[in-house]
């Protein structure tokens, strides 16, 4: 089976800052734009799965109304990672101790307080096995760290020890790719 793995467009947020789990807006003639070239692509009746967050909902509210045979449901463990009380602020502005013990214990260790790099891959796994399960195609419209997940996970990859094990690399705003479940 075929996963669509699309990311979100451009969120509206000045650059520099960590949003991660934040509820912000996409710009909208970029989600537009991504909706009309996904619309254009999907295969028929394909399973629409979305992040809660706006950003993503959005977008796949918009691939629906221009694709009303795609049913879309919502599925909080696509949302991106929550980085508590870093969420907002600026990443040059978080304290080099919080970011050196982070990456001492870069899989268990709840930046922000709220969700570790593990606690991520869990919920990822979770859906994909629930997306595997149901034996058909499927796109989910999600956030770069979801993405990431699903790279690792691909890999057999269910913890991390590491930072470096964390993919540099993720789709672009607005942009998308397949994988093989």
């Known amino acids: 089976m075929k996963l669509w793995l699309v990311r979100h467009a451009q969120p509206l947020v000045e650059p520099g800052v960590c949003y991660g789990a934040s509820n912000l807006p996409a710009d909208g003639d970029a989600t537009r734009a991504c909706a009309a070239q996904l619309a254009q692509v999907l295969p028929p009746g394909i ?12 977008l796949a509210d918009e691939i629906q109304g221009l694709r009303p045979d795609l049913m879309l449901k919502r599925d909080a463990r696509l949302a991106e990672m929550d980085f508590g009380c870093w969420e907002g602020q600026r990443w040059d502005a978080i304290p080099r101790t919080a970011f050196d ?8 260790l709840r930046f922000g307080g709220r969700e570790s790099v593990d606690e991520l ?11 595997v399960q149901q ?47």
Do not use: Y
């Open 101 to 108: 013990a982070w990456m001492a214990d870069f899989g268990a």
């Open 121 to 131: 891959l869990q919920r990822v796994a979770a859906a994909r096995a629930e997306t």
């Open 47 to 58: 399973r629409l799965i979305t992040s809660p967050l706006q950003r993503c909902e959005r």
């Open 135 to 181: 034996q058909a195609d499927a796109v989910w419209v999600t956030h770069a760290g979801v993405i990431r997940a699903m790279d690792l996970l691909a890999q057999g990859i269910e913890r991390l020890a590491h930072a470096e094990q964390w993919p540099r690399q993720a789709v672009g705003f607005g942009e998308w790719r397949q994988l093989t479940l």
